[in-house]
């Protein structure tokens, strides 16, 4: 081996013994600076992130600490219970700081979360401080939801939390990151998911005749955490006391072919958990495959990391069966068949795991033959730091591509650089359209405070988020009764399309003006020529809902007929949206304006 290479060789060693968690400062500075740059310009994922959560921390951070049990801004005023963040550590920021910063804030933090979790699970598990850089640096540019916090990035951080125990190390650090991480997740997201591997974690140390009291100790203070969060839940599951019946009681659950199912998501994840893991399966599968058949020469540490690897695996697929199960025909139709809690809760979340799981099951297989060392010139030059780290690299770069693509770094860089006129992103300025909705606000020139509005093939989020009192809304726990109400307003609509219908009655979490021109759409924007001919809403049904003005996307032809008096059509160069402005001059008898007819009523 030339000097050269040996020096090289040399350097890749040393540095894999070397602090590379201190880098970190450095990729949080890269990944933010275009966020920073375009501040309310900047691109992230809207879909269930600013049109739902982002409004449950909102509306907890206004009235944080004033005691209310009802939100009027709402859907006619909503239960807070109903309006659960996704993690209540977060929410203060949003009561001390405008909402956008909060948000990249929060985001901040979740980032270093991830990675410095990350790191220091695979340092712990494989004692190789290049293999933990990779994959904490993998695991932080998930595309993954920020405003479900701890929920998934947290993850990694509790692995080690739990190494840290079983290996007997001090246990304050580990207490400390359990509270951090039950005030920063939510229970029903993957909280309830680290508490149940908590459990088989202390299950095996009893087994393995370990000592397990700050085990315990850690457990207890997580579920401890968690039951104080969730006071209200926990009364509805143990003491069955529920403020009201929630809309979910009439959700329905649809099966899933088995085993095409459990292939998809093994392969791919699923709703919410972008794991980007498709390409490293193959590697993995070869390194264990590899590790099997060099067994006898693995030295006892690879020789565990195999085992573990392998059962990591194992358990990854297995994640993926229970998601088939609980998609499989007989489970849904049983669950179809309950009521209350077990009925609508989706236990199927543990595939939650995947963004973590995968880039840590990645990071043990290599670390099996990254220990090992070649005898003779040929074979020491395959196993030299270099060689390894050369095919860690070639295996992951498929990935590393995906994960690029999808990275908000990435979309934010390329937002920066084209506009959204070519990338067609949606920017935060451009959704909650701050500078729009003040001008519906000025228009209508009431205290915003003293009517409701609704919105018709608009999100209600940016009104919302404004300060707007809304009819409708995006809410995964409601009253059914509120829901029943809400309906009379869409049901002839309802009537004209099956698939609306279904999507709205068996679903429901969106209360939305649904309809037959344009369906289920909510982001019709200023760049869509909409008009409605024909809407059949029961206005009447509507202003009872305390109703008096109506954001549409379009033009609505029979305005008059509905008893809708046009305000004016608003715009701005920023915002996504165009607000056709109208008004409700219903009187409070007389007129009926279902079918778009006018009726007289005695």
């Not at 990035?153 to 039950?182: C, D, H, N, Q």
């Not at 008893?563 to 701005?572: A, F, I």
Request: with cysteine; charged share 15%.
């Amino acid at each position: 081996m030339s000097k050269i290479g040996k020096k090289v060789n040399y350097v890749v060693a040393q540095l894999d013994r070397f602090p590379l968690w201190s880098l970190f400062p450095i990729l949080l500075a890269v990944v933010m600076a275009p966020i920073l740059t375009l501040g309310e310009g900047s691109v992230f994922d809207f879909h269930d992130q600013w049109d739902e959560y982002m409004m449950n921390t909102i509306l907890n951070a206004r009235h944080l600490g004033d005691g209310t049990k009802v939100f009027p801004e709402m859907m006619g005023g909503i239960n807070a219970g109903g309006l659960q963040p996704a993690g209540v550590l977060f929410v203060p920021i949003y009561r001390w700081l405008p909402a956008f910063w909060a948000f990249v804030i929060q985001y901040a933090v979740c980032f270093a979360t991830a990675f410095l979790g990350m790191y220091f699970c695979v340092k712990e598990l494989t004692d190789s401080s290049i293999l933990a850089l990779i994959a904490a640096g993998c695991f932080c540019m998930l595309p993954l939801y920020p405003i479900y916090a701890l929920s998934e990035m947290g993850i990694p951080m509790m692995i080690y939390a739990f190494l840290r125990l079983w290996k007997g190390k001090t246990p304050w650090i580990s207490l400390t990151l359990a509270v951090y991480f039950s005030l920063g997740s939510h229970l029903v997201y993957t909280g309830y998911v680290v508490l149940g591997f908590w459990v088989i974690g202390l299950i095996v140390s009893l087994f393995r005749k370990r000592q397990i009291k700050w085990m315990v100790v850690t457990f207890l203070l997580l579920l401890g955490t968690y039951a104080a969060e969730n006071y209200d839940l926990f009364q509805e599951i143990i003491l069955k006391r529920d403020s009201y019946v929630s809309h979910r009681e009439e959700m329905v659950t649809y099966a899933m072919p088995f085993w095409r199912t459990v292939w998809e998501v093994f392969t791919s994840s699923a709703q919410f958990a972008p794991s980007l893991h498709r390409h490293l399966m193959l590697p993995i599968v070869i390194s264990l495959l590899l590790g099997a058949a060099f067994y006898r020469k693995l030295e006892q540490e690879c020789r565990k990391r195999l085992f573990l690897a392998a059962g990591g695996l194992g358990l990854l697929f297995c994640i993926a069966v229970f998601y088939g199960i609980c998609k499989w025909q007989p489970v849904v139709d049983m669950k179809n068949g309950l009521h209350g809690f077990l009925h609508y809760f989706q236990i199927e979340r543990f595939y939650w795991i995947y963004p973590a799981g995968w880039y840590l099951e990645f990071a043990l297989c290599c670390s099996v033959w990254w220990g090992m060392k070649g005898k003779g010139k040929i074979s020491s030059k395959f196993f030299s730091p270099v060689m390894k780290l050369c095919v860690i690299v070639a295996a992951l770069w498929p990935t590393l591509q995906l994960i690029k693509e999808n990275s908000y770094f990435y979309i934010n860089v390329n937002q920066y650089h084209n506009g959204s006129g070519i990338t067609g992103y949606i920017s935060w300025e451009s959704y909650y359209a701050e500078d729009l909705m003040q001008q519906l606000e000025n228009a209508i020139g009431r205290d915003i405070t003293t009517y409701r509005v609704a919105h018709l093939g608009i999100c209600p989020a940016p009104a919302l988020m404004h300060g707007f009192y809304t009819v409708d809304g995006y809410s995964n726990n409601y009253p059914l009764e509120y829901k029943h109400r809400f309906r009379k307003v869409i049901e002839k609509e309802l009537e004209k399309e099956e698939q609306v219908r279904l999507y709205f009655d068996e679903w429901g979490n969106r209360c939305y003006l649904f309809n037959g021109a344009t369906g289920t759409a909510y982001m019709l924007g200023k760049n869509r020529e909409v008009v409605y001919e024909k809407l059949e809403f029961d206005m009447n049904a509507l202003q009872e809902l305390g109703c008096e003005y109506l954001f549409s996307c379009g033009k609505i032809k029979n305005a008059e007929e509905l008893g809708l008096s046009l305000v004016g059509c608003y715009e701005t160069d920023t915002s996504y949206w165009r607000v056709w402005l109208y008004e409700l001059t219903l009187q409070d008898k007389g007129v009926c304006k279902i079918s778009g007819k006018r009726e007289n009523t005695l």
